[in-house]
T-cell receptor, first 111, second 114 residues
Framework: QKEVEQNSGPLSVPEGAIASLNCTYS??????FFWYRQYSGKSPELIMS????GDKEDGRFTAQLNKASQYVSLLIRDSQPSDSATYLC???????????FGGGTRLMVKP | EAGVTQFPSHSVIEKGQTVTLRCDPI?????LYWYRRVMGKEIKFLLH????????ESGMPNNRFLAERTGGTYSTLKVQPAELEDSGVYFC????????????FGPGTRLTVT
């Protein structure tokens, strides 16, 4: 049974701070990792994908992957109230195309 | 470019009735996926189409669920007869052929079975 674990939160950070969201996964053959942002009642929106160990930066977002520790994280710099949402971690292996999701972390950025 | 669209956005039906959900993927996307999220749980995979062919239906919960994608364009997911535990949000996602990695999600259909 493949599992993806996230702290449900809420994670509360002040505006302008760095928000750090974490995700662990159980299946060592996982190869592709994704972060989705979901506002209440809306569709999950892909914000980052990462496939190899290390850091990947895109604007205020940085994804970090450590396959040895089976750990992927998302850093949001200069957090804004508009970043308040649920962040979903998803993983995929090369055997299939299905995504396995974590339960999501609710982020609250306070002005 | 239009995103993934789903219809209806919300459906309320009684136990034992039939409901059909529709998904229109992003134009040109050969891969189409169905997922669902039941209350308090994570989003779970249901099945995957490549064009009109079912590639993987390992997540379909039982034979009350039937998915089709005639002509390889839009897809329907029928639940017949609906049970209380089928309540949840049903998401559709699509991705281009050859780019299996990034899936783009629709807004979902919230199904309530009473």
């Amino acid at each position: 049974q493949k599992e993806v674990e996230q702290n449900s939160g809420p994670l509360s950070v002040p505006e302008g701070a760095i928000a750090s969201l974490n995700c662990t996964y159980s299946d060592r053959v996982s190869q592709s990792f994704f972060w989705y942002r979901q506002y209440s009642g809306k569709s999950p929106e892909l914000i980052m994908s990462i496939y190899s160990n290390g850091d990947k930066e895109d604007g205020r977002f940085t994804a970090q992957l450590n396959k040895a520790s089976q750990y992927v994280s998302l850093l949001i710099r200069d957090s804004q109230p508009s970043d308040s949402a649920t962040y979903l971690c998803a993983v995929k292996d090369n055997a299939g195309n299905m995504l396995t999701f974590g339960g999501g972390t609710r982020l609250m950025v306070k002005p | 470019e239009a995103g993934v669209t789903q219809f209806p956005s919300h459906s309320v039906i009684e136990k034992g009735q039939t409901v059909t959900l529709r998904c229109d993927p992003i134009s040109g996307h050969d891969n189409l996926y169905w997922y669902r999220r039941v209350m308090g749980k994570e989003i779970k995979f249901l099945l995957h189409f490549v064009k009109e062919s079912k590639q993987d239906e390992s997540g379909m919960p039982n034979n009350r669920f039937l998915a089709e994608r005639t002509g390889g364009t839009y897809s329907t997911l029928k639940v017949q007869p609906a049970e209380l535990e089928d309540s949840g949000v049903y998401f559709c996602a699509s991705s281009p052929r050859g780019a299996f990695y990034e899936q783009y999600f629709g807004p979902g259909t919230r199904l309530t079975v009473t």
